[in-house]
């Protein structure tokens, strides 16, 4: 099992667990939680694909991204308080998840031959639209409106990916290295509220 | 006239009613109920070949699809105040298609090859998606949240047909049987006001 | 360069501004309001090469698009108040896009061998589901509920399209006055505040 694989039944376990996780106001029988599980791991990756026009999706070819959702909505289904105790546990999944896709979806988008400016677009598209799909189905302000630096965050990195792909270091390290500023940025902008300059001046 | 296609044309038929029904309220004017019912009878299957890079989309292929969803919005027009009258004629007509929708998407998703829990999914999602896509366009809660038993219903009845599969019994008898599961579970909900265990125990 | 091709590129960048202008309110932020000006331009011809399974999307296969977006983006950064102050603005920006990609989309759907009627209807998609995907994102009435004749007068100058093409005019004429009636019809709406018959008589 390469890296890579790793992280992306990784990425789509946590995406699940911090899907699951969203519904605890109205929506939340368990099918629905298993649904914007489901919709929050493999949307972005869906969307991604779908776009490229690379057939089969990743889920529909690889049945065990089907099963690391299901083992991540049950793993918050059977942690469900000792997770939301957590006030931040949220936000770490989610953040470990963006993380991870981006940098996949940038390497995929590369891998079939599309632009740099294009790939860093797919990769946070991979990364947040999961969410996004999630949000606009239960009604939330998506994700991407919010206002602590989010999807900016994917983009940052998956640039980063796109340069580092230009010097003499190994694809797993810049995998690392690029994931990592993604989460440092993330968290360090929940951490200390910040949030990008407004569109009005 | 295969039993399926006729099948497929009544489903279209009985959403597009359904569909233009919806939008008694805010979204009235006559573009909008064509649209409504247009995205209810189409958007499940539209999402499901898309899902699964079958094209031409069914009612891109065929065009008597485009007239049957034609033919429900006229109905629901022509008959409105006596549609509406019936109270429980939204969820009648809603159930039909959703029966019928289950089943043929799982069989054109196992048409093309992908594995039963895959088929499953799409079967479902041919179903409900076309009702959820109008839900978030008219700003409502989208069906597969709320309380009485819907898409589980579908699921459900998916999973029946896919065992049936193994036994020896014709196609047809199958189709029925299955969609009749899924009309049984979901106006047995409805009647008994049944939902689901909450995600949070 | 083609007229098609200007039109295209000029398309694209109205409908980058009117999207990047629109999140005035509670989504300000540059990530944000060049997301709904990306979102805007490109949602509907996305969703029509999906929907008809043409590959590459134009965005990803000619980055001109992208820089048409920016460039928008940026316009509407720059000039904010003088545009936002011209209370019109936003809807002749608006109108321009949907006038062109409208007749646009036509053209490519029929040059994929659809026929007449889903060409009509992918010529609207190309119109406005780059608004509709827009709005839902912001949580707003999608624009096709709006009372103002909207989507109506796309699918209108579609169909002049579509029945001039049986003339002999050239096809930059052609362009030219369905392009113009869409956007005589809607200014004329939005004028005399026009709107169609409602559903419910």
Redesign the interface.
Known sequence: MTLQYSFELLGTFFFAISG?LV??D????????T?TGFVTAIGGG?LRD????S???VW?GD?HF?YAVLAGVLT??LF?NFLLGLRKTFVLFDTLGISFFTILGVEKALSLG??P??AA?MGMFTAIMGG?IRD????E??V??R?EIY??AC?VGAILYLVLLNFDISRNLNLVISSALIMVIRLVAVKFKL???????
């Open positions: 699951a519904v605890r109205q929506h939340s029988d368990l099918f629905g939680a649904f869906t779908i776009m490229l026009g057939y089969p999706l529909i049945i089907l918050a289904y469900y599309v632009r400016e294009i677009i996004v606009v189905l239960t009604n302000t998506p991407l409106f206002k999807a900016t983009l949030s990008l300059p407004g569109f009005r001046r």
